[in-house]
């Protein structure tokens, strides 16, 4: 019995000594820091504007067993399986070198930040099984080599960088890929051939790819592929095989038939588009509407509570009783907005305020507020959780030159995108308008004051969304005012949302010369927009641009402003509805000037957002004649020094 005593005695004192051990140990570890929080700190070092993981705080174990107490970071039975750093606003270095060690490490999503440069040598992580880098400002060519030996990899998202040459073969071989997003690029000639057999997402839109699309592609949507001229094949049309070097062109067969179609569809585009302007903007056209002002309300309320009938016909038999999926529930973005529900909204009395090339536009007054619902029925190429997620960046966007997204609604068909209603409508209604008198038009003060905005809420926007175009569909028609004026930019950002072929037939960033030139977009694409814009607040004239279905020179507002100067005509530029001009002359000849260059067709020459903001902030409401025109009074140069000097004389 003794005996018995005495060992279960050493046994407790041998349990408390592990006991007190372990304790210790953990002391120790905590004090001092684990291998794999040293090697997430190190990792941070590098990084700059990292005040989001402020709290990757050493003393504390970045694991607890699956719950991380870091921010961003992803654990998985007490060690490290991944980061999740994104919409974080981080810049500066990704130290792989300091991950590499980390043995359970399997994802790494940097997305939506401003990271820049070139691409990092990621197969320092060779058993990651994700890697997400879109939306940010990777630049230049990515080594062939670049994902050899990653053969776990699964998921590749590479999407609205500045990428260039051609996809890396390497990309080809990773055997167990299964998505790849590599859309919104500057990618170039053939993609490689990929061999995977169980690839189920594939994106290279708005690219400038060519030649045939791989086999193991050929099952996806055609949206996948859209936006690069060159790419053949299913799903896309055929390729046409290249006749011998040693046939010769028959003369009579230059075009074949296919071309001539398109070129007769062009044109009966272009008869149509002309004659919807000339109904849009007749005096009897805006008679009628005007007419019919007293029935809007009544037919737009049928139009809504027909839409309604149509969205719950998609919604589930319990749709009074929300399900985790939030069928039929507005998301709101905007806590400063009273909240309502779809209910609410689609059976509220409503004006329809326009139809544009997206969608239908409402006006509807909800709990006593007014707020714009506008349709959109080209957003389906994205799925819910991209949409979304998209949509609360947007939301995050605080600007006062830009016109709050307050709720979005997502149905598989057409979404709903809620904003506040801005009382005195769109620049475009202003400018092109029917005036009862000269003070309904807006005077020169207000027209520099609304570029001066449109400048700034541009220049935020090419700040905060590193994608190329940030803004997109930049005309007078999505520049808003409120009741003093201040120009309220709408409609941005939704280029990575809008199904390519309906962007690349209809967005202005599409229509930019060097789309026409080259086949893609620039990041200066936007720059070009705000050129044309300032020329139409100018000059008073409808640009052409809106309407054709791309860049044509012929139909470009600057080739006739930059004519009417060589033909010394600038007094007959500027728009005689414009009051307030008598001592801006010199001012305005400066705005001529930055317009122009904004509208550059070689986009090395066109002036970069930073330019363009700084040249406009100096400004002046009004200024003396004789020191802005020069000795002689009459004389400035617009252009550069290829063009004549010209005269002006305005006496309003």
Known sequence: MAAHVTMLARATTSSLVLLVLAFVLSIVVTSFGSPESDALLKFREQLANNEAISNWNPSVNPCDWDRSNWVGVLCLNGSIWG????????????????????????????????????FPEIKKLGKLKALYLSNNRFSGDIPDNAFEGMGSLKRLFLANNLLTGKIPSSVGTLPKLMELRL?????????????????????????????????????????????????????????????????????????????????????????????????????????????????????????????????????????????????????????????????????ASAEVLGSGTFGSSYKAVVLGQPVVVKRYRHMNNVGREEFQEHMRRLGRLKHPNLLPLAAYYYRREEKLLVTEFAENGSLAIHLHGNHSTEEDGLDWRIR??????????????????????????????????DESFEPLLTDYALRPVINPEHAHMFMMAYKSPEYAQQGRSSNKADIWSFGILILEMLTGKFPENYLTPSYNSDADLATWVNNMVKEKKTSEVFDKEMLGTKNSKGEMIKLLKIALSCCEEDVERRLDINEVVDKIEELKEGDDDEECLGSEGNAFSVGGNDQEGFSFSMDR
């Open 83 to 118: 980061l999740q750093l994104e919409h974080m606003g981080l810049s500066g270095n990704i130290d792989l070198d300091a991950l590499a060690p980390l043995s359970s490490f399997r994802t790494l999503s940097l997305m939506d930040n401003n990271f820049k440069g070139p």
């Open 183 to 347: 859309e919104g690029n500057q990618f170039e000639g053939q993609m490689p051939n990929f061999q995977q057999k169980g690839i189920k997402t594939a994106n290279v839109a708005s690219n400038d790819l060519d030649g045939p699309i791989p086999e193991a592609l050929s099952s996806m949507s055609p949206n996948s592929f859209a936006g690069n001229k060159g790419l053949c094949g299913p799903p896309l049309a055929p390729c046409i095989p290249s006749p011998p070097p040693s046939t010769p062109k028959a003369p009579g067969k230059k075009f074949s038939i296919l071309y001539i179609v398109i070129i007769m569809l062009i044109v009966l585009l272009l008869l149509a588009a002309i004659a919807f302007a000339w109904l849009l903007f007749s005096p009897k056209k805006r008679e009628r509407q005007t007419q019919r002002t007293t029935s809007s309300a009544e037919n737009s309320n049928k139009m809504v509570a027909s839409y309604y009938r149509d969205v719950h016909s998609e919604l589930p038999e319990s749709s009074s009783q929300p399900k985790k999926n939030d069928h039929g529930k507005l998301s709101f973005l905007k806590n400063d907005i009273d909240h309502f529900d779809l209910q609410d909204l689609l059976t």
């Open 448 to 481: 520099l004051k609304i570029i001066r905005g449109v400048a700034r809420g541009l220049a935020f926007l090419y700040n905060e969304l590193p994608i190329i175009a940030p803004h997109g569909h930049l005309k007078s028609s999505n520049v808003l005012l």
